[in-house]
């Protein structure tokens, strides 16, 4: 299912030459493509681009597979397991050259057009393009949370923890202020684990166990929660309706995608914990191989808490895990739920500045205060040998990209912009 925008090309500034770069020709004009007023051929040249082939035009990278994912070189939060990561072998780095490199005497792709396919310009479905997600949640605050977080923390990843303000003792707030420093996401499981289907609420208690258990925990710990889960996945529409106002997502057993998987790391589901074990990684598989989501539902470990998986359960899911660090972004519940969201809301656009720069952002009608983190771009590329792409932010600060299979790779923020330009790598490197 591609998720992906498709996205108009804007043209800001000067014609486009038609001396190309390896580029193919005769593509029909891209629909959507929209030019100002500069009285160029703009749309033509970029209709004689739009069918440009990329995969097999540069050095590189014709080698690579398509399905490839190639972790960014300034590495990511969720890089902790052993991989099988295929570096690129583009010879293009991130690197961290300072040369800007404007003048068209500079530039490697004299028409950049003919080396990036702007037409096919997407927001990928995951981040860093990997195939698909993963998130682990911990319900109902036990004990036993320090020790699930440090299981988390070893394999370089981070879990979602659902605690439930209202039983947590004045003095019982400096574990989850940890649990915080560290990374883990610290969400709203009510104020006081109510069945919220089988118990008449009034809408003062309806709000006070969903929006006043947000602000205490945000009282408490300075971070408003950002996710919701009820107690026993027990939900109406009323109280549904009242957790989403206030959170980005409400954790569930079902969305409505094919691709979703709600795995239970409990006993009550399963005979015995290895034949558990067994039925969480096969939906793990089954996950990465529909480009889905996974998400993970526990509680405490060792004895602790309501049917609690082990030390050893959570620490050989993780190592199977592993396996697919290539392929899977691990990360809280609130990072991936806001992923989903923002790439459907955030348009990526293309600011043509000149024949050899051009400038993309990140637009659309997001909620800034949800779409607040980096969303990957992804682009085809047809990079000459010897060249390299070359991405920065408007100050000048490098942003790594990476290419694989002919398509290359940023991180961007929405409202955020980044130049673009293909230069000589020796330049580049320097
Ligand atoms: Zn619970």
């Known amino acids: ?40 051929s703009v749309a ?50 991130s690197g961290s050259g300072s ?4 003048t068209t005497g500079d530039a490697a792709c004299p028409d950049l057009s003919r080396c990036v396919d702007f037409t096919a310009l997407r927001i990928a479905k995951y981040k860093d393009n990997k195939r698909a997600a993963a998130s682990y949640t911990f319900d109902d605050g036990y004990a036993t949370s320090t020790a699930i977080g440090s299981i988390f923390e070893k394999a370089g990843l981070r879990a979602t923890f659902y605690i439930i303000p209202g039983v947590i003792p004045a003095d019982g707030w400096s574990m989850w202020q940890a649990l ?17 289907v089988n118990t008449v609420m009034s809408d003062q208690q309806l709000d006070t166990e969903i929006n006043g258990a947000q602000r205490l925990i945000e009282q408490k710990l300075g971070i408003r929660p950002q996710t919701f889960a009820f107690p026993y996945h027990l939900y109406t529409d009323r109280a549904l309706k009242v957790a989403q106002q206030n959170h980005v997502a409400v954790r569930k057993m079902n969305l409505g995608d094919p691709g979703y998987q709600f795995a239970f790391f ?34 405490g470990i060792d004895g602790d808490g309501w049917s609690p998986v082990t030390t050893e359960f959570l620490q050989k899911h993780l190592a199977y895990a592993a396996q697919y660090s290539s392929t899977l972004w691990t990360d809280t519940f609130a990072n991936v739920s806001r992923y989903r969201l923002c790439r459907d809301t955030v348009k990526a656009e293309v600011l043509l500045q000149s024949s050899t720069q051009a400038y993309v952002r990140l637009t659309g009608t997001y909620d800034p205060a949800v779409c607040n983190a980096p969303l990957t771009v992804t682009v085809p590329v047809s990079i000459p040998s010897g060249a390299a792409l070359h991405t920065k932010t408007a100050d000048g600060t490098e942003v790594p990209n990476w290419v694989s299979a002919g398509t290359a ?13 293909v230069v000589p790598a020796t330049k580049f490197a320097k």
């Not at 190639?70 to 293009?92: F, H, L, N, R």
């Not at 558990?276 to 526990?298: C, I, S, Y």
């Not at 790779?409 to 330009?421: A, E, H, V, W």
């Open 44 to 93: 033509s040249s970029l209709g004689t681009n739009a069918g440009a082939s990329t995969g097999n035009s540069t050095g590189g990278n014709s080698g690579t597979t398509t399905d490839t994912n190639v972790a960014p070189g300034g590495g990511t939060a969720d890089s902790g397991g052993a991989g099988t990561s295929t570096t690129a072998d583009t010879g293009i780095s």
């Open 1 to 40: 299912m591609l998720r992906a925008s498709v996205v108009p090309v804007v043209v800001l500034g000067a014609a486009l030459g038609l001396t190309g770069c390896g580029g193919g020709s005769g593509g029909p004009a891209a629909d959507g493509l929209s030019s100002t007023d500069t009285g160029t």
């Open 266 to 299: 409990d006993t009550d589901h399963g005979t015995d914990l290895a034949g558990t074990l067994v039925t969480v990684n096969r939906q793990l598989d089954e996950v990465v191989k529909a480009g889905g989501w996974f998400v993970a539902g526990g509680h």
């Open 99 to 102: 040369n800007g490199g404007t």
């Open 180 to 196: 915080r420093d560290k990374g883990h996401e610290i969400g709203n499981h009510s104020m006081t684990h109510p069945d919220f």
């Open 409 to 421: 790779f940023f991180n961007l923020r929405p409202g955020d912009k980044i130049s673009l330009q």
